[in-house]
């Protein structure tokens, strides 16, 4: 995710990061600038066309086009912000979470604070990269009670962290090491990092509905490849500019939404869960190992 100053608009506007969509639809845009003026041309010196009004159609569908665009990328950050908002609670139920152990659990208790501090710690991690179908096992911190091969065996493995840490906690309790009330408390948050695990698999694994992508696309498309057409004939040499400037508007609402909706990746304006994943172990560490 990119980090930046929201109130410095001068670098916003003249500053081209690698991926940003001016560059991604530069070529598009180069081409279809090329044919409106080699159309604009040939009508200006060759053709006298007289239609009044001809681009009204152009008027209504542009209106109708921007109001599906408008709800195509609302529902795409919706889909953005709901993943953050999970990630959010990850981070602060990890924190209850570690805080809760470090209250209950005897410091004299090392091997099993240690445990527990690898297992939620490790739990962003795993997270992370079964959201991005991978897995990274130089990320994670084992020892002989969690092993890479065990959590390699795995499926489902944030779903595996999140038992080994409830099975830990019970465990603890059946040596009488914790009280019930407070296993109790504490199976509050092995449970919610099993609901922020389906949330964002939620998010993940429900595209918007094929039907509408394909028609906001073929419209977008039927929409532009008209517009040199059109606009020549009532705005000559203007239609350049204009034609450009509403297809990069368009197209680049499009691509923006196809970023953020899926947002656990690695593109730019996707989610910084990397840095959420290593926020959450510091915390972690810096309660469980006082």
Request: hydrophobic content about 45%; aromatic content about 14%; charged content about 25%.
């Amino acid at each position: 995710m990119i980090t930046y100053n929201p109130k410095t608009w001068f670098q916003f506007i003249f500053t081209f990061h690698k991926n940003d969509s001016f560059r991604t639809l530069l070529p598009s845009l180069l081409a279809l600038v090329s044919i409106t003026a080699i159309l604009v041309f040939v009508e200006v010196n060759y053709f006298d066309i007289q239609i009044k009004n001809i681009t009204f159609f152009h008027q209504v569908i542009g209106f109708i086009l921007s109001m599906l665009l408008v709800f195509r990328i609302n529902t795409a950050y919706d889909r953005w912000w709901e993943g953050r908002k999970a990630w959010g609670s990850l981070l602060n139920n990890s924190r209850n979470l570690s805080i809760k152990i470090d209250t209950f659990l005897p410091k004299e208790m090392k091997e099993e604070r240690k445990l527990l501090l690898l297992l939620i710690s490790n739990y962003p991690f795993v997270l992370k990269e079964h959201l991005r179908d991978n897995f990274i096992a130089e990320e994670i911190q084992f020892n002989n009670s969690f092993t890479q091969e065990e959590l390699a065996k795995a499926t489902h493995k944030p779903n595996y962290v999140a038992k080994r840490i409830t099975d830990e906690l019970s465990k603890l309790q059946k040596n009488g090491a914790i009280q019930i009330e407070h296993l109790l408390l504490l199976n509050e948050e092995p449970r919610s990092f099993t609901d922020v695990s389906g949330i964002c698999e939620r998010i993940k694994s429900t595209p918007i509905p094929y039907s509408y992508s394909l028609y906001l696309k073929r419209i977008i498309f039927l929409y532009v490849i008209t517009m040199p057409v059109v606009f020549a004939i009532d705005f000559k040499y203007w239609a350049i500019l204009f034609v450009a400037l509403i297809f990069y508007s368009f197209a680049t609402l499009e691509l923006i939404s196809e970023e953020i909706e899926d947002p656990f990746g690695k593109d730019d304006n996707d989610l910084p869960t990397d840095e959420i994943a290593a926020k959450i172990k510091v915390n972690v560490e810096e309660i469980l190992s006082s």
